[in-house]
Every structure is written in structure tokens, then in C-alpha cells.
């Protein structure tokens, strides 16, 4: 017996940050879109909680409890009183530590593979309350489609979305690490009185009314100018986009993927050509949106 969970990848459309709070995280008005590209968290009964991972970056992967599925396996068992006792396996196609969510991803599958797995029915407001204490990005692995996270990011309101969106995403070689991106913000907004962070309602309009054009003109990631300094070669790949015919180019969240927004599917080929053919990035990849949230896959 095992139990299959596809979980999108995700686009921030819009990244409002607002200054650090207290308890170190950032206010958040966080618009999110899952894309088409998948990870697949399948889990099956074991004498002890094991993870294995395969897939062309798996080699990043982390296989020991610092795993965000692993944590999602112990948190669910421990919320119902029992061991958390399964193989997880991840097959892996979103890019790793990319600003795609692909660790959030994760949990969220393993969260509801194990749930599926030990047939425990929980409801979505108790999967998601668990998702949102696994991190700030994992609620809306589970509920896919668009939607506005606020408080850190995990306060989520679904959006509607009018139309298919077609992107691109040029993955850089190595990651970047999200709390040093939030870090750099912070050192770069030192002494800046931060506004309110606040969703853009020309973007909400464009999702809503399916507009790519509206929508190019309202994308925006505050926190590209700090990905932007720790990885500054990430302007080439961003210009290349743009050259090729990009309507917007951004950072993807923390990076350092970074996401072109195209006309439609011929264009976004057109754009995934140029860059491979740059070599401002290691590889790139069309995909399309929305995405579904997480799924179990039938067997
Ligand atoms: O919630 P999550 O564990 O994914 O966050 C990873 C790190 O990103 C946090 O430790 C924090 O440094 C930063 N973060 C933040 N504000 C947010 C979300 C994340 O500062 N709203």
C-alpha cells in the first residue's frame, strides 16, 4: 500500500514586504500562483521514518529530519498519538532552493500522503493549520491555484483567475538561502521606514480577468534589489528574458530562479530558447498557470 501526492511549484506575482517583525519574520502581502511544474511525495509503511529522493537536483536534497516532508510526517503523527512510520519518497522536478517552494511542496504532500496513507480524514482547516506551522510558503503547496497570503505568507485568501498564463523559469546553478535574502533586505531597508505591505488591486484584476498584459504590468517581488545584490549575475539572466520578448521578468520569490511571464506558449519557447542558449542560466523551463493545489494520484 502507498499513497502518491502531486504538488505544484509556485510564481510570487506579487511580494510586498513590510519591515521585520519582532519575531524576526516580515509582513507579508504575498500573491501566490502555482505553476506546472510538480514534485511527487509517495509514501508507503516502514519500520522507521526514512526518506529517499530522486530527480535532477536530488543531490541538494536534505534526507534526514531537517526535511520539510519529514517534519510533515512527525507533526501529523504526533498531533493523532502515533509513530511516524513510513518510507517518503520524493521524485523531484521542482527546482531546489530556487524560490519555487518546492521544499514547501513537499511537506505539503507528505502532509497529506500520511494523512491518506493512515486514513485519518482530516479536514482542509485542520491540514492547513499544520501546513502553516511546518512554514510560512506550505499552505498554499496544499491549496494551489492563486491566492493572497498575508501575515508572514500563510494567511491565505484564494483568488480567481480568468485565463491560462504561460511562464518561464530560468534556474540558476546553486541555490539561495531564504532567511539570508529576507537578511539582505533587511540590511538594505536599514533605517528606511518600510510601508504596509499591500496586494496591488491591478494585479488582482488582472489574475481575475486573465489579462497577460495587465498582469506583466503589475508583477513586481520586493525582494529582487536583495536577491539582486547577493547574486548579481542574476540582471544577465533577467535582460536575456526581457531581450527575447518577455513581458515581465522577475525574481521568483528569494531566488535565485528567475520567472518570465510570456504571451502565450509559442513566445514562452521562444524565451526558454534564448536563455539555454545564454548561458546566463543552467537550464530553462516552460510551464503553464494555474496549477492545481496538492492531489493524491489514483494508483
Ligand atoms: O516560514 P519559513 O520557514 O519558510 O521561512 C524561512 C525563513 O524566511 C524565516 O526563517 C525567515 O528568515 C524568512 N521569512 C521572513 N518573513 C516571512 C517568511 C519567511 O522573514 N514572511
Redesign the pocket.
Known amino acids: 500500500m502507498s499513497v502518491t501526492v502531486r504538488v505544484p511549484a509556485k510564481v510570487n506575482v506579487r511580494l510586498a514586504v513590510g519591515g521585520?517583525r519582532p519575531d524576526?519574520?516580515?509582513?507579508?502581502a504575498n500573491v501566490f500562483l502555482a505553476v506546472g511544474l510538480y514534485d511527487e511525495v509517495t509514501v508507503r509503511p516502514a519500520p522507521s521514518l526514512t526518506i529517499t529522493c530522486a530527480g535532477p537536483d536530488a543531490d541538494q536534497v536534505p534526507l534526514d529530519r531537517t526535511n520539510l516532508a519529514a517534519r510533515a510526517a512527525e507533526l501529523l503523527a504526533a498531533r493523532h498519538g502515533i509513530a511516524p512510520d513510513v518510507h517518503i519518497h520524493i521524485a523531484k522536478d521542482i527546482p531546489v532552493a530556487g524560490g519555487m517552494a518546492g521544499g514547501?511542496a513537499d511537506g505539503a504532500g507528505a502532509l497529506l500522503a500520511c494523512d491518506t496513507l493512515w486514513g485519518l480524514g482530516s479536514t482542509r482547516d485542520e491540514l492547513l493549520s499544520l501546513c502553516a506551522q511546518l512554514?510560512?510558503?506550505v499552505p498554499f503547496s496544499l491549496v494551489g491555484g492563486a491566492a493572497l497570503g498575508t501575515g508572514?505568507?500563510e494567511r491565505l485568501t484564494e483568488l480567481e483567475v480568468g485565463g491560462g498564463f504561460s511562464w518561464v523559469f530560468a534556474v540558476a546553478d546553486g541555490g539561495l538561502s531564504?532567511?539570508a535574502v529576507?537578511?539582505e533586505f533587511d540590511r538594505l531597508n536599514e533605517g528606511v521606514n518600510v510601508p504596509e505591505p499591500v496586494a496591488s488591486p491591478q494585479l488582482l484584476d488582472a489574475l481575475r480577468t486573465g489579462d497577460v498584459l495587465a498582469l506583466a504590468d503589475a508583477v513586481s517581488n520586493d525582494l529582487q534589489p536583495a536577491a539582486l545584490s547577493l547574486r548579481p549575475s542574476l540582471a544577465d539572466t533577467l535582460a536575456v528574458g526581457a531581450e527575447a520578448g518577455a513581458l515581465a521578468s522577475l525574481v521568483s520569490g528569494s531566488g535565485p530562479t528567475t520567472a518570465f511571464l510570456a504571451k502565450d506558449a509559442d513566445a514562452a519557447q521562444a524565451v526558454a530558447s534564448a536563455l539555454t542558449s545564454s548561458g546566463t542560466c543552467r537550464t530553462a523551463r516552460v510551464a503553464g498557470a494555474p496549477a492545481a493545489g496538492a492531489r493524491v494520484l489514483a494508483d
Not at 524576526?24 to 507579508?28: E, K, P, Q, S, T
Open positions: 521585520a524576526g519574520f516580515h509582513d507579508l514547501s512554514g510560512s510558503d508572514r505568507g531564504t532567511p529576507y537578511g
